[in-house]
């Protein structure tokens, strides 16, 4: 199990980036699939991006996003670019410990560890 907290957040214009942070526990943090997902008031948690244990792989929902990782410090991020009011929601950072590299997971019923979220905020 791996403790999470996300970061960065805020309030944000329509057309800038945002860069959020999610940082794990323990020494083990490098053997864990991290995925981004959000959720938007009223509606259902979707899927952002995920990247594999080694930062190897990477799939994300929307070309404007990237997703990265520091195993050294712990860290995955979610730099979010040419925002829209629409990706106004809390984004929740979430983990899976994987054994397989290059592995990584797109539903939220494939992670285990979640964090408590950090809200952005696009105004128009």
């Known amino acids: 199990q791996v403790q999470l907290v996300e970061s960065g957040g805020g309030l944000a214009q329509a057309g800038g980036c945002v860069r959020v942070?999610?940082?794990?526990?323990?020494?083990?943090?490098?053997?864990?699939?991290v995925g981004w997902f959000r959720q938007a008031p009223g509606k259902e948690r979707e899927f952002v991006a995920t990247?594999?244990?080694?930062?190897s792989n990477t799939y994300l929902a929307d070309g404007r996003f990237t997703i990265s990782r520091d195993n050294a410090a712990n860290t995955v991020y979610l730099q979010l670019n040419s925002l829209k009011p629409e990706n106004t929601a809390v984004y929740y950072c979430?983990?899976?410990?994987?054994?397989?590299?290059?592995?990584?997971?797109?539903?939220?019923?494939?992670?285990?560890?979640w964090g408590q979220g950090t809200k952005i905020t696009v105004s128009s």
């Open positions: 990247i594999s244990a080694s930062g």
């Open positions: 942070s999610c940082s794990g526990s323990g020494r083990t943090f490098g053997s864990y699939v």
């Open positions: 979430t983990a899976r410990q994987t054994a397989i590299d290059g592995d990584y997971f797109r539903r939220t019923c494939e992670f285990n560890d």
